[in-house]
């Protein structure tokens, strides 16, 4: 064993959709629900824990609309039972409060990010009364927050918001690196998050980090060798490599296996995740 973390479990979180993504850039990115639920199944059984969702109109169009999530939260629930469903309050998907007209559906997880900074080509807004307003709906709803930190500020901000009480338990941070104009795939940065996670949450506070894509399967390695938990999936990279595109998202899952394997980590059962996580046991 020469991973100090060897032997921990590493939840696989597969980001399937997206709000960018098309059937042009990959025509196995799933836009409709049920396209959506075949390959979160597909990815749950090649060892993925966590569905990170999006849902898209009929011309493919992201959306915010309620009636979509709560279409592909059942779905999920039927056939990928454990499964933590967790849908996105991200900001190309929908304005405002809109983002967050999904909550009311308890999903086991949200996505929730504490400040703003810049995307390729517009400012990604998350003025403070939002996060505040989302992260009080999540509290309502139980509804875990997934902290999405494109910036050191925004960790920063998840310990003021637990101070305050309105993240419940353990913040749950996720470090994205690599979207164009946001901070970059940097190893320095990258260290001293993990370093200001566990000042601020305790040394087994968990995390996980994302990288855009190249940067995904660099940042599945240094997150799964650090001790952290892994996202990956065609929202965030549609291609295996320079050559050739990735032909599901259970082929994105199964490289992050790989490198799980080659650091000794085991992949986190369903159970484990949600252990890990603190959230609710399905019943039965
Ligand atoms: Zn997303």
């Not at 308890?106 to 900074?117: E, K, Q, V």
């Not at 997150?223 to 050739?244: F, I, K, M, P, Y």
């Not at 992050?256 to 603190?278: F, K, Q, T």
Request: aromatic share 6%; glycine share 8%.
């Amino acid at each position: 064993m020469t991973n100090p973390h060897a032997g921990k479990p590493c939840i696989i979180c597969v980001a399937i959709t997206g709000s960018l993504p098309t059937k042009e850039n990959n025509p196995a990115v799933p836009i409709t629900i049920s396209e959506q639920v075949e390959s979160t199944h597909e990815a749950f059984e090649a060892g993925a824990s966590i569905a990170h969702c999006h849902v898209r109109d009929d011309e493919g169009k992201p959306t915010s609309d309620p009636d979509r999530f709560a279409r592909l939260k059942e779905g999920l629930e039927k056939h990928c039972p454990g499964l933590i469903v967790q849908l996105s309050t991200g900001g190309r998907s929908g304005a405002g409060q809109a983002r967050g007209g999904m909550l009311p559906l308890r999903p086991d997880m949200a996505s929730l990010t504490t400040g703003s900074n810049n995307f390729p080509t517009r400012v990604y807004e998350n003025p403070p009364d939002l996060i505040d307003w989302l992260a009080a709906e999540m509290a309502k709803y139980d509804v875990k927050p997934e902290l999405e930190c494109f910036d050191l500020s925004h960790i920063i901000k998840a310990q003021e918001m637990q101070q305050k009480g309105q993240i419940k338990g353990t913040p749950y941070v996720q470090f994205v690196m690599g979207v164009k104009n946001a901070m970059p795939a940097d190893r320095d940065v990258f260290d001293y998050y993990i370093r200001t996670v566990h000042r601020l949450f305790g040394p087994d506070a968990p995390w996980c980090a994302a990288g855009i894509g190249p940067q995904q399967i660099v940042l599945n390695d240094w997150a799964v060798a650090s001790g952290g938990h892994a996202r990956t999936g065609l929202e965030d990279n549609v291609r295996l490599d320079r050559d050739r595109l990735a032909p599901s998202n259970a082929a994105l899952v199964r490289r992050v296996v790989e490198i799980c394997n080659r650091y000794d980590r085991p992949v986190a059962s369903w159970r484990e995740a949600r252990d890990i996580l603190g959230l609710r046991q399905p019943a039965g």
